[in-house]
């Protein structure tokens, strides 16, 4: 578990970018609380008004049973959502954030089979 803040100060407005990497599916529960509990703290502890990008790995499949939402794209590699996907579509919800990577479409070399 990783998370790395930087905030980049401008003249018209400034932008926070918070990198992470969030623990696999199958560590301890705890521990995935933990990672997100503190991302969540981390994004909104900078002003309403700042750019904040959220970037890294966050372990998660986002599943094709989501693109009903806004905060999901049309791509996307995987067919279901894992539990780590789920945790990464709640935060998005809840920020009211898009999941870039179901934006664009995916090489074939790189989507699931069953």
Known sequence: MRLCKIQLRGRHYNTTLICAHAPTD???ETEKDLFYD???KSYNSYPAQDMKLVIGDFNAKIG???FISSNVGLHSLH???NENGQRLWDFAVSENL???STA???KEIHI???
Do not use: A
């Open 38 to 40: 503190l991302r969540m």
């Open 64 to 66: 094709r049973e989501l």
């Open 26 to 28: 199958d560590k301890d």
């Open 104 to 106: 664009f479409p995916h």
């Open 79 to 81: 067919k279901e959502t």
């Open 112 to 114: 699931d089979i069953p």
């Open 98 to 100: 898009f999941i870039i």
